[in-house]
Structures are given as structure tokens and as C-alpha cells.
């Protein structure tokens, strides 16, 4: 392993610089999870998120999970409100409205998935991991009883947001009420939200009203400023263990992080040491879901002094790799190779 050319450092020069990198994190302002952003243009989704430790946990607390929407909660839903209905329309045999205590009289399962912003940067956090609690979609299908030529979901929020999923991928979708062991928090849809694994976020409609079945496709809000109409989520690898610029003490460490495709699995994750000349193959944790991110880590010992390039990516389970060009998120979802510079001494 070769170093790329850098400059070794005396220790006063190190305890100089690090006090200054301590000074610029006070002083320098950090967007915290206050709320949710406003309503944006194509260019401008900007999830919130949490500022990030060095140790992402398995299951993301809940008040540490990202946040995208386009005002804030509906005024009108309040926490332990009993009149709100969910009615389910359209194509169908046989329409439903369901209350809150008719819902959970309904058969649930819970399920642990990944959910992703589509707006989320290369090495960005608007992204966590969930215990989801709600009835499956398809079995309120199954009583409304979808007409023949029925090929659509919309998706409608007390909010006046609203998207569309092919009437097929509404086989693993939830109609969510509980999130890691408790109700819903208003800011993440309370009180019902749908979720599906596989797809970015701006499909998973909060604050649900009205679900219609639909024989026509339909332009979402999103879709309607030409970002992603099937919002896929694309191969993503991070490393979550140092940051770039980091100086290291010692040479022997073990760079850690997370691989994430979806409902597509991770097959392997490789890191490179030295700008991207070599490849190493990561150890992988068993995920916790089908649906749920990978946790990866490489020990590596570093020769010597001096400034390295570490870099990851990632393969899913049907040989689709992550690509190394970079993309901006609009409108599909960021491409691009997560890399950081760390400085040994």
C-alpha cells in the first residue's frame, strides 16, 4: 500500500490544529433537527437530520430520524384525536372507512426497514433504520376488492401531499402506526403513514386520509417538478467511523460503516486505503431485515506516517455496483463514492 503524498506533522503542530477543529464545531452553526424543512424546489431538498456520533446505532432512535416534508404536520391532526378516518376509494368493489380503533382491530406485523431521503448527499444522514408496527396494505386491498383494470395506489396526506405506487408493489407496503415500540410522532405521520422497502421516501405519504384505487397513473407532487416518478433507491456505501480530516494518533484502526440497496440486499462492500488503486473486501454484519441496511467494517494498519484517501462502495444481491460518478440527488437520487482524507502521524 502506497501513502498519497502528504506532509507528517510534529505533535504541537497536531495539539494546534486540533484545537482549532475544536473551536470552528463550537463556533460554527449546525443544523439541528428542529423541524422540517419548507417547501422546496427540485434543487433544494434538504432533509433534516440529527448531527451524526461516530457509532450509527442499529436501530435509529426516533428522535434522531430524518425529517422531509412540506410544511410540518397538519394543524388539524392532533395527537389522541378521534375523528380521523382513513376511507379507501375508487376502482374498487367494495370502499372502506376505517377509524383509528378499527385499524388496529386489523391483523399487524412489524417490520424492520431502511428509509432513505431521495434529497440525501454522497456520505450524507437523512437516512435511519426503524421498527415499523402497521397493517399490511394488501389485506385492506383484499377487502376493497380492486376492480380488473385497477393498476394504481394514490396515496393522499392530510397535508395535501400525494403520490402513486403501481398497484403491484403494494405487497410488502405497510399502513404504518408505531415506530420503535411507540405511536407515530406527528413530525413522522401520525397518525398513519404508509411504507415501502425499496423506495425513497417522497413515496411514503404521511398523515394518510384517503387511499384511492385508481385504473389511471398519476403525477405526484414531487413528480409534478420532474423528480423520480418509481424513486427507486439506488446502491449507497458510507463510512461512519472517521471523518474526513481526521488525525490519528496510531495506525492501527478499524474503519466501520453502512451499505444500503433497498429491498435488493448487500452482496459485498469494498474499501480502499490508497486513492482508489486497491480494493479490499469488508467484513459484513448480518442485516437485521431484508429491508434494512448492512454495518461493514475493515481492520487495516497504515505503514506510516502521512495523508490517506479511504473510499467505499458497494454491490447489491444482483451484481448491481455502485458507481464512482458522481450525480446530484435531483432527480433519480445521488450516485457517487463516499471518500474522506485522514491524516496519520
Known amino acids: 500500500m502506497r501513502l498519497i503524498p502528504g506532509v507528517a506533522v510534529t505533535r504541537s503542530q497536531f495539539l494546534r490544529r486540533l484545537l482549532t477543529l475544536a473551536l ?10 428542529a423541524g422540517p424543512s419548507s417547501p422546496a424546489a427540485p434543487s433544494e431538498m434538504t432533509p433534516s437530520w440529527a ?7 442499529a436501530i435509529t432512535p426516533t428522535e434522531k430520524f430524518y425529517i422531509e416534508d412540506l410544511s410540518g404536520p397538519p394543524k388539524s391532526l392532533k395527537m389522541g384525536a378521534t375523528d380521523w378516518q382513513l ?25 424492520i426497514i431502511t428509509l432513505s431521503c431521495i434529497g440525501n448527499p454522497v456520505g450524507g444522514h437523512a437516512i435511519g433504520t426503524a421498527v415499523w408496527q402497521g397493517v399490511p396494505l394488501r389485506l385492506l386491498l383484499q377487502e376493497a376488492d380492486p376492480k380488473f383494470f385497477a393498476k394504481t395506489i394514490i396515496l393522499k396526506g392530510a397535508d395535501g401531499y400525494h ?12 399502513l404504518v402506526y408505531r415506530m420503535n415500540g411507540e405511536p407515530l410522532t406527528r413530525q413522522h405521520g401520525y397518525p398513519l403513514r404508509l411504507m415501502v422497502p425499496g423506495l425513497y421516501g417522497i413515496k411514503q405519504v404521511k398523515w394518510l386520509r384517503e387511499i384511492e384505487v385508481s385504473e389511471q397513473s398519476h403525477v405526484g407532487y414531487w413528480q409534478k417538478r420532474n423528480w423520480s416518478k418509481t424513486a427507486r ?14 488525525w490519528l494518533p496510531v495506525r492501527n484502526t478499524v474503519i466501520r460503516g453502512i451499505a444500503f ?24 454484519e448480518k442485516p437485521q431485515s431484508p429491508w434494512s441496511w448492512v454495518f461493514w467494517s475493515l481492520p487495516c494498519k497504515f505503514p506510516q506516517r502521512g495523508r490517506y484517501r479511504i473510499a467505499v462502495r458497494a454491490a447489491d444481491q444482483y451484481s448491481g455496483r455502485q458507481t464512482d460518478h458522481h450525480r446530484d440527488a435531483f432527480p ?11 491524516n496519520v502521524l
Request: glycine share 8%; net charge positive; charged share 15%.
Open 24 to 33: 470552528s464545531i463550537i463556533i460554527y452553526p449546525v443544523r439541528l433537527l
Open 261 to 284: 440497496s433497498g429491498d435488493r440486499g448487500i452482496q459485498y462492500v469494498q474499501v480502499s486505503l490508497n486513492g482508489e488503486r486497491s480494493w479490499q473486501l469488508a467484513h459484513l
Open 87 to 111: 376511507q379507501i376509494t375508487g376502482s374498487i368493489h367494495q370502499p372502506l372507512t376505517l377509524n383509528s380503533h378499527q385499524l388496529l382491530e386489523r391483523p399487524s406485523v412489524q417490520r
Open 163 to 174: 403520490d402513486s405506487i403501481p398497484l403491484h408493489q403494494s405487497k410488502n407496503a405497510l
Open 233 to 246: 433507491v439506488k446502491i449507497i456505501s458510507r463510512i461512519d467511523s472517521h471523518r474526513d480530516g481526521e
Open 51 to 57: 448531527p451524526p456520533g461516530k457509532h450509527t446505532p
Open 332 to 342: 433519480n437520487g445521488v450516485s457517487g463514492i463516499h471518500r474522506i482524507h485522514i
